[in-house]
């Protein structure tokens, strides 16, 4: 059975970082096929791609670009998002979702989260001084 479980979520100050990770069990040897993508959801807003990868490459959304970076472990079927320079808007739990690549591959525009066939319970993430 294919699992997700984040971890790394918290209270951090704002201008603070923290490091998220997203565990794969159940991949088998095809995790290299998968996408994986991060999507954040805030208290009373809808829920928002975040950042995204693949085998072909990465993408961010404009707001977190230049703060977060994304990194996948397909040895340990591990993707990790780092993120710096956190802002209040940046509050929000925040879920891994996978899907196998030949269905959906990262986009610049934005991040389909309906493509998504495996998720993960979230982790949350909380700044606030």
């Known amino acids: 059975q294919r699992q997700l479980v984040e971890s790394g979520g918290g209270l951090v100050q704002p201008g603070g970082s923290l490091r998220l990770s997203c565990a794969a069990s159940?991949?088998?040897?095809?995790?290299?096929?998968?996408?994986i993508a991060w999507f954040r959801q805030a208290p009373g807003k809808e829920r928002e791609g975040v950042s995204c990868i693949y085998s072909g490459g990465t993408t961010y959304a404009d707001s977190v670009k230049g703060r977060f970076t994304v990194s996948k472990d397909n040895v340990k079927n591990t993707v990790t998002l780092q993120m710096n320079i956190l802002e209040p808007e940046d509050t929000g739990v925040y879920f891994c979702?996978?899907?196998?690549?030949?269905?959906?591959?990262?986009?610049?525009?934005?991040?389909?989260?309906?493509?998504?066939?495996?998720w993960g319970q979230g982790t949350s993430v909380t700044v606030s001084s």
């Open positions: 979702a996978a899907v196998h690549r030949r269905k959906y591959v990262c986009e610049e525009e934005a991040t389909d989260s309906s493509a998504m066939d495996f």
């Open positions: 159940g991949f088998t040897s095809d995790y290299y096929y998968y996408t």
